[in-house]
T-cell receptor
Framework: EAQVTQNPRYLITVTGKKLTVTCSQN?????MSWYRQDPGLGLRQIYY???????DKGDVPEGYKVSRKEKRNFPLILESPSPNQTSLYFC???????????FGQGTRLTVV | DQQVKQNSPSLSVQEGRISILNCDYT??????FLWYKKYPAEGPTFLIS???IKDKNEDGRFTVFLNKSAKHLSLHIVPSQPGDSAVYFC??????????????WGLGTSLAVNP
């Protein structure tokens, strides 16, 4: 079964405490991307990766880091989270041949 | 600047009637368009797509129409069912330099289908 798995699903943390949200896919897709969804702002791309060791900034990369050391994993790192990063985060994957992206279930992050 | 625009934040339709969700785009390089459906607390799921070489694609109750000259596409749901109540996102992509297929998203339209 095709899957995009994000962990954790819910996270409450304090300002400044480093955290990582993991994303793993089992479809061998080249592309992976992180989005955040905020009320009235739709889905905004944070970072994306075209393949292993190839990453690029999306529309709202400030305050985030990513890495793509393996094709299946694309963790999102918040080195020093701030309250304005409280949001619903989605990981997505797709292939270069077919942009029908698969999304993870989402991670609800609250930074206090 | 929004390259993909869904100008209606919300839409309410009676069960059994047609739902029409609209999407406009500005970038003439977009060659592939997709619709996604999102329920609360879940990730978006792919619904239907259309290539720019076509003007219509149908899948069961869902049909997407593309008007390239107007840079406009629409999603028709006939007949609408209460389970169709969700947020619908329009997305577009172009084959950029380096074979980079980035998805550009609209802000979404919240559809409510009333019994």
């Amino acid at each position: 079964e095709a899957q995009v798995t994000q962990n954790p699903r819910y996270l409450i943390t304090v300002t400044g405490k480093k955290l990582t949200v993991t994303c793993s896919q089992n479809m061998n897709h080249e592309y992976m991307s992180w989005y955040r969804q905020d009320p009235g702002l739709g889905l905004r791309q944070i970072y994306y990766s075209m393949n292993v060791e190839v990453t690029d900034k999306g529309d709202v990369p400030e305050g985030y880091k990513v890495s793509r050391k393996e094709k299946r994993n694309f963790p999102l790192i918040l080195e020093s989270p701030s309250p304005n990063q409280t949001s619903l985060y989605f990981c997505a994957t797709w292939t270069v041949m077919n942009t029908e992206a698969f999304f993870g279930q989402g991670t609800r992050l609250t930074v206090v | 600047d929004q390259q993909v625009k869904q100008n209606s934040p919300s839409l309410s339709v009676q069960e059994g009637r047609i739902s029409i969700l609209n999407c406009d785009y500005t970038n003439s390089m977009f060659d592939y368009f997709l619709w996604y459906k999102k329920y609360p607390a879940e990730g978006p799921t792919f619904l239907i797509s259309i290539s720019s070489i076509k003007d219509k694609n149908e899948d069961g109750r869902f049909t997407v129409f593309l008007n390239k000259s107007a840079k406009h596409l629409s999603l028709h749901i006939v007949p609408s069912q209460p389970g169709d109540s969700a947020v619908y996102f329009c997305a577009a992509s172009a084959n950029n330099a380096g074979n980079n297929r980035k998805l550009i998203w609209g802000l979404g339209t919240s559809l409510a289908v009333n019994p």
